[in-house]
């Protein structure tokens, strides 16, 4: 059974940081594509951030320069450091996992951004 559990969301200041983990199992975790995309109220989901097999990464516009990810392959997990919050921010993160046809999603963890 595939899983995708995310975990380190909360209520956080503006200007302050969140490192979100997603943990998989089930796959085969090094031959995956990892994401991390976001969804506020009203709106489409989007990327924020991916991180390819060989560690290549690419961020939304938003992201660059306050985000980073990151995988351990060894931990079968997937980071995503936000620095710098702002309320836009806030929304809930879902983890994603492609390796061809198979995409998975975790349940989303809730980040919300405010004073």
């Known amino acids: 059974q595939v899983q995708l559990v995310e975990s380190g969301g909360g209520l956080v200041q503006p200007g302050g940081s969140l490192r979100l983990s997603c943990a998989a199992s089930?796959?085969?975790?090094?031959?995956?594509?990892m994401g991390w995309y976001r969804q506020a109220p009203g709106k489409q989901r989007e990327l924020v951030a991916g991180?390819?097999?060989?560690?290549?990464?690419n961020y939304a516009e938003s992201a660059k320069g306050r985000f980073t990810i990151s995988r351990d392959n060894a931990k079968n997990r997937v980071y995503l450091q936000m620095n710098s919050l702002k309320p836009e921010d806030t929304a809930v993160y879902y983890c994603?996992?492609?390796?061809?046809?198979?995409?998975?999603w975790g349940q989303g963890t809730q980040v919300t951004v405010s004073s």
């Open positions: 994603n996992g492609v390796f061809g046809r198979l995409n998975y």
């Open positions: 089930g796959i085969i975790f090094s031959d995956y594509l």
């Open positions: 991180i390819g097999t060989g560690g290549m990464r």
